[in-house]
């Protein structure tokens, strides 16, 4: 065995992913490390770094991996996990197997809770908070920010409600400590086998609100539902585009004989939905030149966003499966603190947040988003 090279712990590699700020650390075996920082994937030759080896990566494998995700991996050939960094800095990780090689990425969360408004949300939604039951959605693609939004009102609900949170995880990503709350959090693998078997236990557990990181298959989002319906406030995250995908692919799941019966009950238990999709930023917006309010996370993404909550009007067409209809409730209901992403990607367009280019290739209608940039405040 290789021994290892006391340059590369895995401590040292992730004090220098928080030091230059990078979003995602990457380690691949036979490869030296690779660092993402402003979007892009580098090497930092000034570190010094010589091609980790097989053996090498196994022994970190072996370091944070409980039995658990050791056999997922075996099994699976990949597993998610997170870790705290001796600096108190959580990271998310996923461990998998590529042509014969031991892969990992290490991707840097954030160490505060952060307001909406900072994560380029419109406060409003802190609304939602408040509900005593429903079904709440935060959709979008993988690395978009959802378990940043969903931690963000976690939190809030933690420190403005005398309430039981429960929450499902895989992994536990950010760790919430009881304010006015009592919060129990579980994790996939060691607290609980499976997100299904979580939520149906998670109703027996006196809970008011619950989150579930992540809903995809059929048993999970039943439950879901039921819970929603049967006074709980169910929040949860889901891939997906835009807020109509989002509930679209929830009823896609369901065989075509309930898929009628799951409308009706979204259509009277869904509360809100979320979209989001981080974006890289204009090349020429310098942080220095941002306006209160620039719907920016960060110096270089920008957080472009669809908001829906569930009145009679969407209710109505939900049930009705008219979800072609939905957009244009959303672009009528701007009083009620609805919008649409391409009202998102306008007011990023027309504050130069992003380039023309990003808006177009995102846009539902990339012909009129110029045009509607002219137009939004």
Known sequence: MTPPNDNLQLPMLLAETEKIGASDLHLRSDSVPYFRTDGEIQTRT????????????????????????????????????????SSGTRFRFNIFKSGGQLSMAFRQLQNEFIPLEQLGLTENLYKICDYKDGL?????????????????????????????????????????????SLINQRQLGEDTCAFQQALVDALRQDPDVILVGEIRDLETIRTAITAAETGHLVLASVHASDCVSAVERLISVFPAGEQQNIRHLLATSLRTVVAQHLLTAAPSLNLDESEHGDDRPSRNRVLASEVMFVNSAISNLIANSNFNQIAAVLETSRGEGMYSLDYSLAKLLRRKRIPETTAKALARNPNLICELSRKVS
């Open 136 to 180: 709440i959605l935060v959709a979008g693609p993988t690395g978009s920010g959802k378990s940043t939004t969903l931690a963000t009102l976690v939190d809030r609900i933690n420190a403005t409600r005398n309430c039981h949170i429960v929450t499902i995880e895989d992994p536990v990503e950010f760790i919430h400590q009881p304010k006015k």
């Open 46 to 85: 000034e570190i010094g770094a010589e091609p980790l080896s097989y053996e090498q990566l196994e022994q970190i494998q072996n370091q944070i991996l409980s039995d658990y995700q050791s056999q997922r991996l075996a099994t699976n050939g990949a597993v998610d996990g997170a870790l705290t960094s």
